[in-house]
């Protein structure tokens, strides 16, 4: 009895002690006990780590591709792969543990239904993943290689851009490694840090002869990677992390394909353009509402899509004023569309800011768009540090920080 | 368990000891050899007491085996070092001495005179390009040239050795293959010059040679990438039931490149049909072999990746062959790995960028030049055969000088490529900003024109 008063006491003074003093409670009572707090006190702590920076919004269901299944984004890649592989039977998909389905089960079962020398693990070597894919492209073959993380790509570095993406121009068109695919799950993903969350796609955007392509949605997912995989040139496919479960939507289950190289406006406005890609669409979505309701701030919405090639004349197209001056346009720049529409452009990506491909997508407009800009290119990125871990909510570029800076071009 | 109603210890310290207890548990039941875990009965954990004859059989030390996954051996009991074996490494495999003569009758492949020709001149065409070629990029005609002196027997030995669709991926001292696979003197010089008949477009540094209807993937500056390369090669020959073998040349230099260990280990693990062959010269530009590895160079590193390894001598051009022919044989049809490491020397610099006085002697040089050459010691084969004379030698020397000379002529008056090429072929397809680009130059050059050397580009 005074025991369990004894207890009572304890419990109380712990839940008094109040959220932010957990780490406080823990060592005061020791840490056999430490570990054993009640499950409440635990739950404060475990609620802000796992609120999400987004909300997916999913697309409406496409209509125009057959009938379409319930998938989150694994499962849109994992369909993506069957379709291809049901498709082509040279095509073959390896890399650090596929053939029971992968960290992230996104070859489940493709193994057990086209084979194990279709579907097979490879030694635990990037450049050796990448350098051997490489390899099955120039005989003709498909090769789908899969990083395991995109932070784990660097040892590949080499193949990529020296071999890879230099094939065809070094051999005067005589070889080439274009059914090369490799897939990486890319980006933050709450709780990631330094080596789980890296999106270096500015890295390779720096490289021509490769193309770069980031998938917002399951939807888009599937028929993005099933172009890279028919697309004649190596391709890189990062497929955001966060987003694999997260992410649900209606999703075709016959193959179809989604162009390369072609932003797409997903929501028209007037006043303000907003660039990203991958998970970062979902947040300047956000974004985009906040600033409609807060400010009446009309927003343009355009998902990149590929990183390289991109899709210039579409970001290009609001550098004037007036729509007048879009008839002042002649056929071949009639292209040039959304900045010139609006005159303010902001690019987010988590990214850090310097060298991230904002700078590329921040260089050319001001080019192409100087006289129609309203205000200076925002980019809100992610800071120049490596990726952290606990401060990540501080790290990543999150609806508050993308709301402020346009705020403050609006007002410029 | 008699413990848990310790009502001293309180709800925490009950709870402290629960888990402690199955820390234990789990403690013990992984402990146990394997022979008991098949045992059903036996039940884990403290306090269960075991009948103790029972509990002696199954930890008896004489009958266990080791079990774990990661290897297949035995116990030993002794604490012993391996003692890598440096000193007398492994052997090397030779048909015939240093003038020429076969060793042993049963090895000598006995190949027809044509075919021992074809080896000769081949090898002997090759040298005289070399010379020439050298020649002109220190007369400031070509930019740069490597030479293949003295291991003109590790490419024609091996290629002769080939299918003609085996696909060949090289390093860049393979021209022999090339050679031996009737490649036109008209291209290697279209490739050094860069010039429009270039297969190669003009991109490429010379010695930078490919050929899809030879089949041989074009070469590329950087180290030992072929490698991995060739396994995928290789993988797909095997799953398209090709019947063909890959060949992956590279120096020892390139060896120590993790490409190289990359590449290994996945022929092995994934069971391809290819062919690693190592050129073992001696050096990698000034860097001798004694710093690039300390252990019984490259042919004792495949048994290490299970991969079925031979050292052969390079120079003894049917040493080469018959190693190679025997490794295409089983790794077609037993769909695995062969490394061949062919011992040879690097007669000429590493390119006309290099000067190797400055790292070795001359008389080390002239050593293998005038005593251990391939060219010489197939010549003493060919002559002690009654196939070949001082005459022949003679007049083959004139023809084939003349053969180079001509083709060096040609393209050198032939201009270089369209300056547009400097711009396709990056992708398939010419993406918009590229295209704007080109356009851009385009325009340059319609103002600024006079001061780049377009009178030398075909319009």
Request: charged share 20%.
């Amino acid at each position: 009895m005074a025991v369990a008063a004894a207890i009572a006491c304890r419990l109380l003074r712990l839940r008094a002690a109040g959220a932010g003093g957990h780490w406080r409670r823990l060592r005061g009572a020791g840490l056999p006990r430490g570990f054993l707090q009640p499950a409440s006190a635990g739950e404060d702590a475990a609620q802000w780590r796992r609120v999400a920076h987004f909300t997916f919004q999913p697309d409406p269901e496409p209509l125009e591709y057959g009938q379409t299944q319930k998938m989150n984004l694994f499962q849109a890649v994992t369909s993506a792969l069957d379709n291809s592989l049901a498709k082509d039977p040279t095509a073959v998909i390896f890399g650090e543990d596929v053939a029971f389905g992968g960290v992230f089960r996104c070859t489940v079962g493709l193994r057990d239904k086209y084979g194990k020398d279709r579907v097979f693990n490879t030694p635990l070597c990037e450049q050796g993943i990448v350098g051997f894919g490489i390899g099955i492209a120039v005989t003709g073959a498909t090769a789908i290689a899969e990083i395991q993380f995109a932070d784990y790509i660097f040892p590949a570095f080499d193949q990529i851009v020296n071999e890879a993406a230099k094939y065809r121009y070094r051999s005067g068109d005589l070889f080439n490694c274009g059914s090369l695919t490799i897939r990486a799950p890319w980006g933050c993903v709450g709780h990631g840090a330094v080596y789980h969350s890296q999106s270096p796609e500015a890295f390779f955007a720096h490289c021509p002869g490769i193309k770069v392509v980031v998938p917002r949605s399951p939807f888009q997912a599937k028929g993005l990677l099933l172009s890279c995989i028919e697309d004649k040139n190596p391709c890189i496919f990062f497929e955001p992390k966060i987003l694999y479960r997260a992410a649900v939507e209606q999703v075709p289950v016959e193959p179809y394909n989604i162009p390369l190289s072609q932003a797409e406006v997903i929501q028209e406005g007037s006043d303000v353009t907003l660039v990203a890609w991958g998970t970062q669409v979902h947040v300047i979505r956000e974004v985009a509402s906040m600033a409609q309701e807060k400010l009446g701030v009309s927003c343009e919405v355009i998902d990149l899509r590929t990183i390289i090639p991109w899709d210039v004349d579409t970001v290009c197209k609001s550098a004037g004023l007036e729509t007048e001056n879009l008839k002042m346009l002649t056929l071949s720049s009639w292209e040039r569309q959304s900045v010139i529409k609006t005159g303010r452009l902001l690019v987010s990506h988590e990214a850090p800011l310097t060298g991230g491909f904002a700078s590329e997508i921040s260089s050319t407009v001001q080019e192409e768009c100087f006289l129609n800009l309203e205000a200076p290119i925002s980019r809100v990125c992610g800071y120049d540090t490596p990726f952290p871990h606990v401060f990540e909510p501080f790290y990543i570029p999150d609806k508050w920080k993308c709301y402020d800076a346009l705020r403050k071009m609006i007002n410029y | 368990m008699a413990y848990c109603s310790c009502g001293g210890l309180g709800f925490g310290g009950w709870l402290y000891l629960r888990i402690w207890i199955t820390f234990i548990g789990t403690c013990s039941t992984s402990v146990l050899p394997a022979a008991s875990l098949r045992s059903p009965d036996l039940s884990t954990g403290l306090g269960t007491k075991q009948h103790p004859q029972r509990q002696q059989q199954r930890f008896s030390s004489l009958d266990d085996k080791p079990q774990f996954p990661g290897a297949s051996a035995e116990f030993i009991d002794k604490l012993e070092f391996i003692q890598p074996n440096v000193i007398s490494g492994i052997p090397i495999y030779r048909v015939m001495d240093r003038q020429g003569q076969i060793i042993n009758p049963s090895e000598d492949p006995n190949l027809p005179q044509e075919k021992v020709l074809k080896f000769y001149k081949s090898m002997t065409l090759l040298n005289t390009m070399d010379r020439i070629l050298y020649e002109s990029q220190r007369q400031g005609r070509i930019s740069f040239y490597m030479t293949n002196y003295g291991e003109e027997g590790t490419h024609v030995g091996s290629a002769a050795a080939l299918d003609n669709t085996d696909l060949v991926f090289g390093q860049y001292r393979e021209a022999g293959v090339l050679m031996y696979r009737d490649y036109p003197l008209e291209l290697f010089m279209a490739q050094c010059y860069g010039n429009v008949s270039d297969l190669g477009k003009g991109r490429q540094m010379p010695v930078h040679y490919g050929c899809k209807e030879r089949h041989f993937v074009t070469i590329s500056s950087p180290l030992a990438t072929q490698i991995p390369q060739a396994v995928g090669a290789a993988y797909a020959a095997k799953r398209a039931n090709a019947n063909r073998v890959v060949i992956c040349y590279f120096g020892e230099g390139a060896a120590s490149e993790g490409d190289a260990h990359a590449g290994f280990n996945f022929a092995a693990t994934l069971e391809c049909p290819i062919i690693f062959f190592c050129r073992n010269n001696g050096y990698a530009i000034s860097t001798p072999t004694s710093e690039q590895y300390r252990g019984d160079g490259i042919a004792a590193r495949g048994p290490g990746y299970g991969i079925m390894s031979i050292r052969v001598d390079g120079n003894d051009v049917f040493a080469v062959y018959n190693a190679t022919k025997e490794a295409r044989r089983r790794a077609v049809a037993e769909n695995q790995p062969f490394l061949i490491e062919a011992m040879t020397y690097r007669i000429g610099h590493h390119s006309t960028s290099d000067d190797s006085s400055a790292y070795r002697s001359v008389d080390e040089v002239n050593y293998w030049d005038k005593q251990d050459h391939p060219i010489s010691r197939l010549r003493h084969y060919l002559q002690s055969r009654g196939w070949w004379d001082d005459e022949q030698e003679k007049d083959w020397r004139k023809q084939s000088r003349k053969k180079v000379m001509e083709a060096f002529e040609q393209a050198e008056r032939k201009p270089k490529p369209n300056f547009s090429l400097l711009f396709s072929d990056v992708y398939q397809e010419m993406p918009a900003q590229l295209r704007k680009q080109q356009e851009s130059l385009a325009r340059h050059l319609q103002t600024y024109g006079e001061h780049y050397p377009l009178d030398h580009f075909e319009k």
